[in-house]
């Protein structure tokens, strides 16, 4: 079979890497790919968000199944168009997709599901929206209600910073149409953590956990990126956790969303806050993470093609189950210097053979570009660089040589990547 991916990031690398390792997979293509994804999968020069020119090519190529990466084709509705066709596609439809797409959509289905979350309020005029936050009596965080690129969430700690908050997203439209309604939410506290499954409607497959590094740099601060590093599994989203997630969160809203005539098929991620009370969902995006698919394929020993492909045509994964290496990975994100600000591109990038040199490395890559034969950057976040390994310290040890024999000008990169893991070893 013939596979396409799409997207050009570090997750979409490791979905090629890891698809391009099936036995029922004889090519990949990528559209639009990267320079490093080139060398798992035959890049192909269409852009994610072109649903009339991506459709043309699965047809022209015997495409047998296609596999989404980012957001955005799934909420303009790719998958919807690929179904008109019959073509075999991976992911959620744009109405299930607003899952991700509209925060306040998604709380809504919460309260439905009685999934544990933040107390909310939903706004859709500022007058209103002050005066709740006037009266509030504890911290709390100011949502936009639609796709923002991962920034539209402002975490605040008294009311003047919720008020200006609240004026940046619904008056000021920082982040456009995407304000026009808000989320009012109560502030949670703990360790956040992924939980990332495939569901086909009605059956519900977890992927290991994991846990992304939002802030820039080290100990969680400066500004919010995509993620600047990711591991699995993650200790604070232990066995038991993980049963309570997928009891008390996960099949709940799938059930709930089948009840508003919504089959819900692709990835499901549940945000955590591991809180005093256990798991509360920040959030759902209807898509893996990136980064932390990086290091959740690196552990996975199962070909992860025959769920793919059930759950796209539609069929059952019901008693399917997926195994993991023991020992964890660790992947640590090189970025240029600047991000998530104005950054410059076209650094040649030395060392990627090197670092790879090292047994279970593997450097996905997210803004990469060949130049006149030669890996350049061309994005904030440029590498994925991912060890696998036999336990926690020695994993983030191989990680950080890998990285260390990586060069181009401005790198910047975490150097606490798992910390927090480790802390909670025995
Ligand atoms: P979201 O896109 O909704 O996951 O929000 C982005 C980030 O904002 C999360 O990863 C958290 O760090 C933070 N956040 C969101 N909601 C809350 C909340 N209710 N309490 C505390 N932090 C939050
Ligand atoms: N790593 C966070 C995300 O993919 O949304």
Redesign the pocket.
Known sequence: MKVLVVGSGGREHALCWKIAQSSLVGEVFCAPGNGGIASDAVCVDIGSNDIPGLTKFVKDNGIGLTVVGPEAPLAAGIVDAFRSERLPIFGPDMRASRLEGS?AFAKEMMRRAAVPT?RFRVFTEAGAARSFITGADSPL?I?ADGLAA?KG?I?TSSKEEALSALDEIMVSRAFGEAGASVVV????EGE?ASFIAICDGEHIVPLASSQDH?PAFDNDRGP?TGGMGAYSPAPVLDQAACEQVMEKVLYPLVRVLQQEGIIYRGVLYA?L?MTENGPYV??FNARMGDPETQPLLMRLKSDMVPLLAETAQGGSIRDRELSWQEGPSVCVVMASGGYPGGYEKGRVIEGLGDAENIPGVKVFHAGTRLADGRMVTSGGRVLGVTALGENLPQTIDKAYAAVSRISFEGAHFRKDIGHKALKRLP
């Open positions: 925060k933040a965080v949502k991962g969430v975490v939410e109560e502030r949670l956040e939002k919010n945000g806050m920040l959030e």
